[in-house]
């Protein structure tokens, strides 16, 4: 710690303006989803987005993204990322192959975070969006030691459950001295086909209130919708497939308010 108290600032990565990372406090509350379609949102609106897959257990983003080639490498070593709907990618899945269990302590996780900071030719970026696993674990405590995080977003659904999570995760990163940026909440709700009417399968405002308690920005809310599931399975992010969708339009809304709250 430095004579205030506070840890040191990790080093920036070069070319590299923002990093974000995308959180949640518990699995299956749609976090990587989140993390694709906000990244190829990002992308839609002029910036230059990469998106680095932490998630080392659970390896998604290549699925969502399309494309499972092996990365190669540049004249100094480095790996290239890939890139798909405008946004640089990288994750253990294009490297280990499909099917493979990565059965790692904590120390190999905390080598290969390390290695997707500094050994992916990245720059240049705007944004580098960072997929976390669930939890509050090593991958975590590593990133914010080694990435100079510009701030945290965290991913919940309305349930009580999901939301006492959230919180865990809030008191995390406030630890570790990491902005919150925000709480954004998925699966919120859905519209009829028949009626029209909206409809709040797992209750409602779970996520405002727990953004107002910790007195962090609240995001917004994310609609059920069957072509989130679609695109993802496919490699289509619906952001990217179905652009003026009622879904397309809500990651439109928080990446802008993204792009404000890190410009501040």
Known sequence: MNEAGQMPRPAPIPGVDSLIAIASGKGGVGKSTTAVNLAVALAAQGAKVGLMDADIYGPNVPVMMGSKERPDLNPEGMMIPLERHGVKFMSL???????????????????????????????????LLIDLPPGTGDVQLTLTQTAPLAGALIVTTPQAIALEDVRRGIQMFETVQVPVLGVLENM?????????????????????????????????????????????????????????????????????????????
């Not at 499909?98 to 970026?125: E, H, N, S, Y």
């Open 93 to 127: 899945g294009l490297i280990a192959g499909d099917g493979v269990p990565i059965v790692w302590r904590g120390p190999m996780l905390a080598k290969m975070i390390t290695q997707f900071l500094q050994d992916v030719a990245w720059a240049p970026l705007d944004y």
């Open 188 to 264: 919120s709700w859905y519209t009829c086909r028949k009626c029209g009417s909206i409809h709040h399968p797992f209750g409602s405002g779970g996520g405002a209130k727990t953004a107002n308690h910790y007195d962090v920005p609240f995001l917004g809310e994310i609609p059920l919708d069957l072509r989130i599931q679609a695109g993802a399975d496919h490699g289509d992010p619906a952001t990217a497939a179905f652009p003026d969708s009622e879904v397309a339009q809500a990651y439109m809304s928080v990446a802008s308010r993204v792009r404000e709250l890190v410009a501040n």
